[in-house]
């Protein structure tokens, strides 16, 4: 059986890890942990490149100062952004991984990208997933209308079965 369990990166997704715990003792048990973050921005660096500028009152009167500021200068572009947050997120499942039993299979993928639920229904696809487990946060329906919900889009999808797990019990 192939068990695709997602992660966000937070404890209040790990509260699978009594279902997945349980799930580990069933026979030919395959799990798949699956991470996907929102696209990261470049992070600034503390100190950028000084560059002046005048400043004087509002109708253009005064006396000038010259003031040095500093542009915000990147410490890393997009792409590289991407790419740790990427290995922090694998780094994270295999620690995840390391807390199932011994010996079940468990493969372990990061992704970063704005369409979570679409990356998490493609896997269940492309793997032939038998069922997915995710924590729900179980919002109230207008939250859901404002906010959309990645756990609800998944159920939608019908793609697979889906257990899930509120982290209250």
Not at 40 to 50: A, E, H, S, V
Not at 55 to 66: E, F, I, L, Q, Y
Not at 92 to 115: F, M, N, R, W
């Amino acid at each position: 059986m192939k068990v695709l369990a997602t992660f966000d990166g937070t404890t209040y997704s790990e509260a699978v890890m009594p279902q997945l715990q349980q799930i580990a003792h069933l026979p030919n048990v395959q799990f798949y942990l699956l991470a996907v973050a929102h696209e990261p921005d470049g992070q600034l660096r503390k100190r950028g490149r000084p560059r002046p500028i005048v400043v004087s009152d509002a109708m253009g009167r005064g006396t000038p100062m010259v003031l040095d500021t500093v542009d915000a200068s990147y410490a890393e572009d997009k792409t590289q952004a991407i790419a740790r947050r990427t290995a922090e997120l694998e780094d994270y499942l295999t620690g995840i991984a390391q807390q199932l039993p011994a010996g079940v299979a468990c493969h372990v993928e990061a992704h970063v990208s704005d369409k979570v639920a679409e990356v998490i229904v493609d896997r269940v696809r492309e793997e032939q997933i038998d069922v997915v487990v995710m924590a729900t946060h179980s919002r109230r329906p207008l939250a859901k209308a404002l906010f959309g919900s990645t756990t609800e889009a998944v159920v939608r999808s019908g793609v697979a079965p889906v257990l899930l797990v509120h982290p209250k019990g």
